[in-house]
């Protein structure tokens, strides 16, 4: 792609030192050099952020690299790993601590820039986007590594250069071009703990030719699964309390009730038939703990091709094309799924272990619930993914002036299969739990003896047996009992995105102070989405959590312009001063129209400091998910209801005695009282798309300043303000959060759109889902510095990255007088992120320390007095309620590598990422995670190796 040139020297050499503040010094410090050197026949780049080809590699709009060096220091094997531990990274959706996850998108791997979600950041390969998912979601495990040139991160708004999506930034992975020869490369490492080992093989070869150029990379990756029990933080539902609420009382042995108290089977037991063989169940003697049967990262294995080529067909005229296949396979187990003979699915609504059953102790109908805790819920998800673009690239003159222009198209298709084993088939079980009897085999056999049903259509149960209480035979560990009561499932996504587009750029005229520069272009894209749940799952038939298809398409016709205008060059005060403009028109299939406008500044007051500043239009399209998604349901997790008499924050609240009595009770699974604020609940809630749905709009604002100082040679100091504004958000209610603007805040309309039960006075109807409403505002400071320094012992480099986030607020609802419910320092939007990394070399020996830090973090109090260091915190947010909160400290981890050059071009690495063994805080809010523990963070001290061979 770049020609040996000088311009083309200092832009390699800036991608290399990592970071946009380091494109913007190196060019400062060899802007007069170039100036001479450079010929008319310079090479027209594409610059991350701009449409319009140019010798500059500098634009108005912050952006950061990182390089292939970069991904060499640190010992990740994933493009997400990287991009995940950036300073402007959020917290990661759908992370590897949250096996209760489900839908096509489980064990895929996305980027969230700023936090404001994964579906309001954009990804590109090579400023092309990737494939979604019906939820609009772009899976970067598709994308082998070892491919990875560099990765360009826009951090502003850019939906008028690229579309929808683009509100938080966008990713743009650059891959390796012109590459001669033979590369592989060999990584393996595992934690301190024997476990979560993984593995890399990659190969790279390619040849180039004086007409074109044609390169391969290949990647094998697997990765060990890791257990929840093998953790402390994650070991147990709230670790460090010896309490009940880490357990489960629908656990691994089966219980009945009976006369008003619910009994289990003696172990060990006999038949665990007779009134003799139980005891009544306590938390001492019949529950169990979940979290051992919990994967905390789920086994995952991937395998990737991709093949770029480029061909010059004429000197002016050259053809791209890129080609990328992939497969992936992710699983992911939770515990046994806690049957309750009380919970209603399709159209079954509560059941009994009958009375004739021959398995039933006491001669009537009893209520029963029993956890497959021999069967654990294991759920594998198979993707594979072709992508391929291909394009006509050209330039021509016309009067002295250039022209640049492509046209060109971007297939790509996904497919995924989803298949389950753990969950009760219920018209099965309540098959298995009827009338049953011994026949004249001596064996158990469903029916009566009038009236026997044939073994091939049924199989008796004793769900008070198995798991050491009672026998084997015709318990959960009875091969025949198990084929009967748990299915197979199977569920299917397809997602296919086309594009087809045309370019042209070049100058329009040359003004006093440098060419007047445009890009026009149009674009045609079709989306097309399809994921349908396992038949019995959309009919209710299954423990699964029922789930209708997902499918629909849309289509949309985009075209937009981009002008940079130069204003002054070569002055006193304005070395430089240009203005670039752009706008884009959407026409969607689906919503109608959309104009997005962007206006950036450039000003250079003298060589060594750059102003720049931007402000920008955005928007993000519903997605086929959002608008023709089939609904849900879902066991929620941390459920908190504020009137609960013992841990809620309203109780006894005004409100809350309008709808429960002053010592209501929130219960949880197995419909007991919770023995903290938050817990899974016992019936599902419900979930839903919304055809009507019209698109996100935002603002973005940028304001920054990049300083190479003439005293101080290779330093390079970047400061960027940004702020977002998104209204009309597509809010994804939940289901603590409806609950809170009821009865914390006060919002009637919240109130409505839930039922409680009339005798337990637990909320049992509750639907939530998507809708426009409210607004999303955050505003921070991003800041750089990178410097590198030769001495006689070395050379050292140091690239310091930090966000600062000023404000997150956000609200759900069009109410002017609902609250604005902040974030910044709750949940998992963290104040400060910063990055540090340190590199020394020295011939053929190299040494890396990186440092990652996040801050403090508040989240409510649970249980015990030292979980509750602001026990009178309130605020006008919480209606001057006080609200009880706990403030965890801040975490740091530290990594490091050391490397060697071997005499046969080779490197070898070595290294530890979270050295220190750190661990972070408990945090019983569970933030992206399903365990009491930030889902971002490391989950112990990794080692590894890496070996590359050149030929």
Request: include cysteine; aromatic fraction near 12%; hydrophobic fraction near 35%.
């Amino acid at each position: 792609m770049y020609t040996n040139n000088k311009l083309s020297k200092a832009v390699r050499l800036a991608i290399a030192f990592g970071a946009a503040s380091v494109f913007a010094g190196s060019a400062i410090a060899q802007q007069d050099q170039l100036a001479e050197e450079a010929s008319a026949n310079v090479e027209r780049i594409n610059v991350t952020g701009s449409r319009i080809r140019s010798t500059d590699i500098e634009t108005s709009q912050p952006v950061f690299t990182i390089s292939r060096l970069d991904i060499a220091n640190q010992g990740f094997t994933s493009v997400i790993d990287i991009l995940q531990n950036m300073s402007t990274a959020g917290s990661p959706p759908i992370s590897r601590a949250q096996p209760l996850s489900a839908g096509e998108a489980a064990g895929g791997n996305y980027a969230n820039l700023r936090n404001l979600g994964t579906n309001r950041t954009l990804v590109l390969v090579n400023g092309k986007r990737l494939g979604i998912t019906t939820n609009g979601l772009q899976d970067l495990s598709a994308i082998p590594m070892s491919m990875v040139e560099r990765v360009d991160v826009l951090k502003d708004g850019a939906s008028t250069l690229y579309g929808s999506d683009a509100m938080a930034g966008v990713i743009n992975i650059i891959t390796r071009k012109d590459f001669e020869g033979l590369e592989l490369s060999f990584y393996g490492g595992e934690y301190d703990e024997g476990d979560g080992a993984k593995k890399n093989v990659s190969m790279v070869t390619g040849i180039a030719t004086n007409r074109g150029s044609i390169i391969l990379g290949a990647e094998w990756r697997d990765e060990k699964q890791v257990w929840a029990k093998d953790r402390s933080f994650s070991s147990q539902g709230f670790p460090g309390y010896d309490i009940n609420n880490n357990l489960t009382l629908v656990g691994a042995y089966g219980r009945f009730r009976y006369d008003d108290k619910w009994w289990l089977a003696k172990r060990p037991g006999e038949a665990a038939s007779f009134p003799d063989d139980f005891e009544e169940q306590t938390f001492a003697n019949g529950a169990s703990n979940p979290n051992d049967q919990m994967h905390l990262a789920g086994p995952l294995s991937a395998r990737s091709i991709y093949i770029s080529t480029n061909y010059n067909i004429k000197d002016d005229i050259r053809f791209t094309s890129d080609l990328g296949y992939s497969e992936r396979r992710a699983t992911r187990q939770v515990a046994g799924y806690p049957l309750q003979s009380t919970s209603s699915f399709g159209n079954v609504s509560g059941w009994f272990l009958d009375a004739d059953s021959y398995f039933n102790p006491v001669g009537e109908d009893v209520r029963f619930d029993r956890r497959g805790w021999e069967v654990p819920r294991v759920s594998t998800s198979d993707q594979n993914t072709l992508r391929f673009t291909a394009a006509l690239e050209g330039s021509f003159d016309i009067g002295h002036r250039y022209f640049d222009w492509d046209i060109g198209g971007v297939y790509s298709q996904s497919k995924i299969l989803q298949t389950g084993f753990g969950d009760y088939q219920i018209p099965n079980v309540v098959a298995a739990t009827g009338p049953s009897f011994l026949n004249a085999q001596g064996i158990v056999q469903c029916g009566t003896a009038d009236d026997p049903i044939p073994a091939s259509q049924c199989v008796p149960w004793n769900p008070l047996a198995g798991h050491g209480a009672g026998s084997v035979a015709n318990s959960l560990d009875d091969p025949a009992v198990r084929d009967f009561l748990f299915p197979t499932t199977h569920a299917r996504g397809e997602t296919t995105t086309k594009i087809y587009f045309a370019n042209i750029s070049g100058v329009l005229h040359t003004l006093p102070a440098g060419d007047l520069t445009f890009a026009v272009g149009g674009e045609y894209r079709k989306e097309d989405g399809l994921f349908v749940p396992d038949a019995m799952a959309q009919a209710g038939m299954t423990s699964t959590l029922a789930a209708g298809a997902t499918g629909g398409e849309y289509d949309l016709k985009e075209f937009y312009a981009e002008l940079n205008v130069p204003i002054l060059a070569d002055m006193d005060g304005a070395r430089e001063l240009s203005v670039s403009l752009a706008t884009r028109y959407s026409d969607y299939s689906t919503f109608g129209d959309t104009t997005n406008s962007k206006v950036g500044i450039k000003w250079r007051p003298v060589d060594s400091l750059l102003v720049r500043a931007t402000w920008s239009e955005g928007f993000r399209a519903p997605t086929i998910s959002n608008l023709y998604g089939g609904g849900s349901q879902s066991f929620v997790t941390g459920f908190i209801d504020p009137c609960d008499s013992v841990y809620g924050v309203a109780r006894g609240s005004n409100r809350c005695l309008q709808d429960v009595p002053a010592d209501f009770r929130q219960l949880q699974q197995g419909f007991v009282p919770t023995e903290g604020p938050s817990a899974q609940t016992p019936v599902p809630f419900n979930s839903g798309s919304n055809p009507l749905l019209q698109p996100e709009t935002s603002k973005t604002k940028t304001v920054g300043i990049v300083y190479s100082p003439e005293f101080l040679e290779n330093l390079n100091v970047i400061v960027d303000w940004w702020s977002i504004t998104i209204e009309d958000t597509m809010v994804t209610d939940s289901a603590n959060q409806i609950l809170d603007d009821c009865y914390v805040g006060l919002e009637e309309a919240r109130c409505a759109m839930f039922k409680r039960d009339p005798s337990t006075f637990i909320v049992t109807d509750l639907t939530f889902g998507l809708r426009n409403a409210g607004f999303t505002k955050t505003d921070g400071y991003d800041v750089g510095l990178n410097y590198r320094h030769e001495t006689s012992f070395g050379v050292f480099s140091t690239k310091w990255n930090t966000t600062y986030v000023n404000k997150y607020l956000s609200k759900s609802t069009n109410d002017p007088e609902a609250r604005l419910t902040p974030s910044v320092g709750y949940g998992s939007t963290f104040r400060v992120r910063s990055t540090l990394g340190i590199n020394w070399s020295l011939g053929d020996f190299s040494a890396n320390w990186n440092v990652r830090y996040f801050s403090s973090m508040k989240e409510r109090c649970t249980f015990t007095a030292d979980r509750c260091n602001i026990p009178d915190f309130s605020a006008d947010w919480t209606n001057n309620t006080v609200t009880p909160y706990h403030k965890n400290g801040s975490t740091t981890f530290h990594d490091i590598q050391f490397s060697y050059n071997v005499p046969w071009d080779g490197r070898i690495s070595v290294g530890a990422n979270n050295v220190f063994e750190k661990q972070g805080p408990i945090m019983f809010s569970r933030p992206n995670s399903n365990y009491s523990y930030y889902g971002g963070f490391d989950i112990g001290r990794f080692w590894y190796v890496r070996y590359e061979q050149r030929f």
